[in-house]
T-cell receptor, first 110, second 114 residues
Framework: GENVEQHPSTLSVQEGDSAVIKCTYS??????FPWYKQELGKRPQLIID???NVGEKKDQRIAVTLNKTAKHFSLHITETQPEDSAVYFC?????????WGAGTKLIIKP | DSGVTQTPKHLITATGQRVTLRCSPR?????VYWYQQSLDQGLQFLIQ???????AKGNILERFSAQQFPDLHSELNLSSLELGDSALYFC?????????????FGPGTRLTVL
């Protein structure tokens, strides 16, 4: 079955710098890759997603890139702000189910 | 607000007891997923229902069961509760018309077992 690995588990960046979180997946049939942000004690919220027929998608300060050959996808956050501090989860879907990464705790240092 | 509702918000109970968590999906969503999230942990997939039928099972204990009703709301039943069952329980819903799509999460139910 599908397996998703997410790195790093913790990422600390200076406010204003960029942050990159990477995920790899194992099942080449996976065709949908969402990213979720979870603030402390709150629900995970979808922030961006990409399908396998697209290589890159951007929404303001966040972007996702997908490399189907290498089976990895990444979340890029530019000009980080204090409100970006949260846990970020990636997921991959080979069918109707989401397979989740373990999460990355993003810390924005003032 | 995602449009997914969960009740209750908080639940405090004792070991050995049984509780029921309730979830109403977004209007039009046929699929409901249940997740368990322990403190500082990831999302553990428990079970999925689609239009009333069980579709996929994850790491769900035998003491736990779920169902989805004709009006598409879902209930997760947890019995013979143990201290380790204390966690945040989320449900999520998605449209799922043959192609994987976004899941939208409810606010969660925080279960504390004393």
């Amino acid at each position: 079955g599908e397996n998703v690995e997410q790195h790093p588990s913790t990422l600390s960046v200076q406010e204003g710098d960029s942050a990159v979180i990477k995920c790899t997946y194992s099942d080449s049939a996976s065709n949908y890759f969402p990213w979720y942000k979870q603030e402390l004690g709150k629900r995970p919220q979808l922030i961006i997603d990409i399908r396998s027929n697209v290589g890159e998608k951007k929404d303001q300060r966040i972007a996702v890139t997908l490399n189907k050959t290498a089976k990895h996808f990444s979340l890029h956050i530019t000009e980080t702000q204090p409100e970006d501090s949260a846990v970020y989860f990636c997921a991959a879907s080979p069918n109707y189910q989401l397979i989740w990464g373990a999460g990355t705790k993003l810390i924005i240092k003032p | 607000d995602s449009g997914v509702t969960q009740t209750p918000k908080h639940l405090i109970t004792a070991t050995g007891q049984r509780v029921t968590l309730r979830c109403s999906p977004r209007s039009g969503d046929l699929s409901v997923y249940w997740y368990q999230q322990s403190l500082d942990q990831g999302l553990q997939f428990l079970i999925q229902y689609y239009n009333g039928e069980e579709r996929a099972k994850g790491n769900i204990l035998e003491r736990f069961s779920a169902q989805q009703f004709p009006d598409l709301h879902s209930e997760l039943n947890l019995s013979s509760l143990e201290l380790g069952d204390s966690a945040l329980y989320f449900c999520a819903s998605s449209v799922e018309q043959g192609l994987a799509g976004a899941s939208f999460f409810g606010p969660g139910t925080r279960l504390t077992v004393l």
